[in-house]
């Protein structure tokens, strides 16, 4: 069943940088389109990057510029770089299916991860 394993957050001042990391255990990951979400306290959770399978990215406009997204296939990762931070991106960042088929399900609901939790000081 999947598995999804965030990492890489932390206390960062802004202008900083971070580098989100998650380790998944889908079945045809390389195929996949993933995704990093995040969402702040009192917020809706949002879609920030996805990647395609091979490779095609994809950015929320507020941080164009400033996140890249990568993919390795081979290992089932998928990572977030966060350059440029601002106390706006502070949120509990998640990794997840993103695309047309939407996040993954496992025993009968929609699954998310830990995530990994972002907080950007002003």
């Known amino acids: 069943q999947v598995q999804l394993v965030e990492s890489g957050g932390g206390l960062v001042q802004a202008g900083g940088s971070l580098r989100l990391s998650c380790a998944a255990s889908?079945?045809?990951?390389?195929?996949?389109?993933m995704g990093w979400y995040r969402q702040a306290p009192g917020k809706q959770r949002e879609l920030v990057a996805s990647?395609?399978?091979?490779?095609?990215?994809t950015y929320l406009d507020s941080v164009k510029g400033r996140f890249s997204i990568s993919r390795d296939n081979a290992k089932s990762t998928v990572s977030l770089q966060m350059n440029s931070l601002k106390p706006e991106d502070t949120a509990v960042y998640y990794c997840?299916?993103?695309?047309?088929?939407?996040?993954?399900?496992?025993?009968?609901?929609?699954?998310w991860g830990k995530g990994t939790l972002v907080t950007v000081s002003s």
């Open positions: 997840n299916r993103a695309g047309p088929l939407g996040a993954f399900w496992r025993n009968g609901m929609e699954f």
């Open positions: 889908a079945n045809v990951f390389s195929i996949q389109v």
């Open positions: 990647i395609t399978g091979g490779g095609a990215e």
